[in-house]
């Protein structure tokens, strides 16, 4: 099984603190022979403003040396989980985690913005300190 992520344990209790029910911790994925492991599967429970809705969410935090490459090495691994997916379990919605400076750093300007379009990426933007989510990119 991989390495946890630094921050994976803030974007566990963020998804908590929001109400999801975390389901799997860690979320596997079986590719051939091998397994691969997306952090975290949760579902909102009925009661919650995204009722019944299933989610993976693979965290990262963005500390490497650099950004762009952070986020070149995270998107390959969001866009192969995701295919997976859609056929192993076509009902649930991957989101790629990301502190919310590292996306303002990154992403948060034109060219990123036309990046995150093109590649339907679903991002969800945490503070890891205070351990919160900020905001869902759809």
Known sequence: MAKKDKFHDAVKCALINEGWTI????????????????DLGAEAPLA????GRKIAVEGKSF??????????AAVGQFLF?????????PERTLFLAMPTEAYGEILDEKDG???????KLRLVLYDPVNEVLDRWIE
């Open 48 to 51: 919650a403003e995204k009722a």
């Open 23 to 38: 389901t799997h911790d860690p979320y596997k994925i079986e590719y051939r022979r091998d397994p691969l492991y997306v």
């Open 63 to 72: 500390l490497g040396r650099s950004g762009i490459t952070d986020l070149c």
């Open 113 to 119: 913005q036309a990046f995150i379009e093109q590649e």
């Open 81 to 89: 989980y995701r295919l997976l997916m859609a056929s192993s379990d």
